[in-house]
């Protein structure tokens, strides 16, 4: 049943945006097709090679829209202090006040859809709802693969006590001089306007599962995190599961559809999928964090994705797949930079322009995406979607960083592993606009993402240690240290199951450690059929504590941006490193 709320609250927002027409989706196949048919009339969607890439397209995005704006991104909370140093603010009443005159007429000659959506499977108690009114239907074909979209929203809403996130967006002119992506916490309520862009534009993904989210969890004894979350069997069949927080474009999907190398795989270790993005952690009654991942596809980044480096997303995007921003071959399929199939004559570039591999430019969007649904992945978990979730054993942090963090280290214990995490500092992506390979602090990768004061962010971490008996363990972990060349050390991709292996077994009492000033880094790695240097390895697991002596002092003035809501404890946990780094331990690797 529709709540007559909604269609007040509709019925609002068609009197404001001035649509053509209202349409209300129920999620049917009968309406994928209708739909996909009209976004191509529209010029919307790119029908690509049906017999290659069946029921595919491609979407060029307006070439200024084509990444999260982090600038224009506010958390619109009553004080600002609740917002917190990291993020924009404006006030509920200046952000409506702004916003409202963009909304005003907007949609005249389009249509508004009404896209009611479940973020969690359809019928848990966890499970959130959300309705997105929107302009766009790439945005409306999108939702319908990355979230569970329909009319099955309205039984949910039912069942959750009509809790419920509002979420309006229209792509407005796309000026970036008029966008804004506004969330209301106080009000669950999210208003996107200028952008058809993914994270700024669907808004399922970052705003709701992940900044509305975080707000949700804070008060309801939860977390939303920006995190990977994977199945892991070692050859003893023991399967454990593991969540992994990596800012943007630091190979989250590669992580998450992992394939064992070779010698792993003879030796029977198995890996599965459960989520490659975001992942909503719940005590459970046995006293352990078990996570559900909330969305049901992948809006994965195409440049780098080949049958070499994550065969599992190739499969998983061959069929049913929206591309946004991809380069397009003659025979209509598609291509990027470092696709397993070499450029070919006759490429369009994104923009739909002739290409030549030797123009100098790139021929795929640097930020491409490709939206496929999960249940196509050929290496995703059997119980990806139970509503109960899966017992998280360990908790990784992954900076990209050149220099300095180990491959892995492990944290002492819960707290020491959140100061790990609030203190995550790693190089720049294009996953948002601006400049890339920039250091920045992107605390438990979450810096875009956190939807309150990080300070009191980094808090409710805290107490989540103590909720449960048994938390998971936490490891910081650097896939992307560079030799003196430049070039990086380790060869990463399905090598980093090695790297799991070893936190796995440290979550089962086993597995051999050095104590250094940040905690422990592995004795060693099984490193059967891989050819790395000793000298590459030591460089990668050494714990220089002069350098971390400079990270320390380079954390305070992060830290103090947060003034006295900073936890004591985190604090705590930097006067330890000072002083352990003030030792000058000399760092062995044995
Ligand atoms: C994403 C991002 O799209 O983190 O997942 O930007
Ligand atoms: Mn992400």
Not at 342 to 361: A, F, K, Q
Not at 420 to 429: D, F
Not at 551 to 558: G, H, L, R
Request: charged share 20%; net charge negative.
């Amino acid at each position: 049943m529709i709540p007559e709320s909604v269609r007040v609250w509709v019925e609002e927002v068609r009197a404001l945006c001035q649509p053509e027409s209202v349409y209300w989706c129920d999620g049917s196949e009968e309406e994928r097709v209708r739909l996909t048919a009209q976004a191509v009339q529209d010029g919307v969607l790119i029908p690509l090679n049906h017999d290659k890439l069946p029921n595919s397209y491609l979407h060029r995005s307006d070439p200024t829209d084509v990444a999260r704006t982090e600038q224009v991104t506010f958390i619109c909370s009553r004080a600002k202090d609740d917002a917190g140093p990291t993020n924009n603010w404006m006030s509920p009443e200046d952000a409506r006040a702004k916003l409202t005159p963009l909304y005003a007429g907007a949609m005249r000659g389009r249509t508004l859809y009404v896209v009611p959506f479940v973020m969690g499977p359809v019928g848990s108690p966890f499970s959130k709802v959300g309705i997105e009114l929107t302009d766009s239907l790439y945005v409306v074909l999108n939702m319908r693969i990355m979230t569970r979209m329909g009319a099955a929203a309205w039984g949910q809403l039912e069942q959750t006590g009509g809790e419920l996130t509002k979420c309006l967006h229209s792509l407005g002119d796309l000026s970036p001089d008029r966008r804004f992506i506004c969330h209301f916490p106080d009000d669950n309520a999210i208003w996107s306007i200028g952008s058809g862009y993914g994270g700024n534009a669907l808004l399922g993904k970052k705003c709701l599962a992940l900044r509305i989210a975080s707000v949700l969890g804070r008060d309801q004894g939860w977390m939303a995190e920006h995190m990977l979350i994977l199945a892991v069997q070692n050859p003893r069949g023991e399967k454990r599961y593991v969540c992994a927080a990596f800012p943007s474009q630091c190979g989250k999907t590669n992580l998450a559809m992992v394939v064992p190398p070779p010698a792993m795989l003879e030796k029977g270790w198995k890996v599965w999928t459960v989520g490659d993005d975001i992942a909503w952690l719940r005590p459970g009654p046995d006293g352990r964090l078990w996570a559900v991942n909330p969305e049901a596809g992948f809006f994965g980044v195409a440049p780098g994705t080949s049958n070499a480096t994550n065969p599992n997303a190739i499969a998983a995007a061959s069929r049913n797949t929206i591309f946004t921003n991809v380069a397009l071959k003659p025979d209509g399929t598609v291509w990027w930079e470092g696709h397993h199939e070499p450029p070919v004559d006759g490429i369009l570039d994104w923009r739909g322009r002739p290409w030549s591999p030797g123009s100098g430019e790139k021929a795929a969007q640097p930020n491409s995406r490709f939206t496929a649904p999960a249940d196509q992945c050929p290496s995703i978990a059997p119980e990806w979607q139970d509503p109960a979730g899966v017992p998280i054993s360990a908790i990784l942090f992954d900076a990209r960083r050149p220099n300095v963090v180990p491959l892995v280290y492990q944290a002492r214990d819960w707290q020491h592993g959140t100061f790990i995490g609030a203190t995550l500092a790693s190089e720049t992506t294009a996953a948002a606009t601006g400049k890339v390979g920039v250091l920045r602090h992107d605390p438990m990768a979450m810096l875009p993402f956190c939807g309150y004061n990080m300070a009191d962010y980094f808090g409710h971490w805290l107490e989540m240690g103590t909720a449960v008996a048994h938390p998971p363990l936490i490891f910081g972990v650097n896939w992307f240290g560079t030799g003196e060349d430049g070039r990086f050390l380790w060869p990463g991709f399905g090598d980093n199951l090695r790297v799991l292996d070893w936190v796995l077994e440290r979550c089962e009492g086993r597995g051999a450690a050095i104590e250094t000033p940040i905690g422990n880094v592995p004795a060693a790695l099984d490193l059967d059929g891989l050819a790395i240097a000793p000298a590459a390895l030591e460089r990668l697991l050494r714990v220089v504590p002069e350098q971390w002596a400079a990270e320390a002092q380079e954390q305070v003035s992060f830290l103090e941006r947060f003034g006295d809501r900073m936890p004591a404890a985190i604090w705590a946990e930097h006067a330890k490193l000072v002083a352990a780094t003030a030792a000058r331990v000399p760092a062995t690797v044995e």
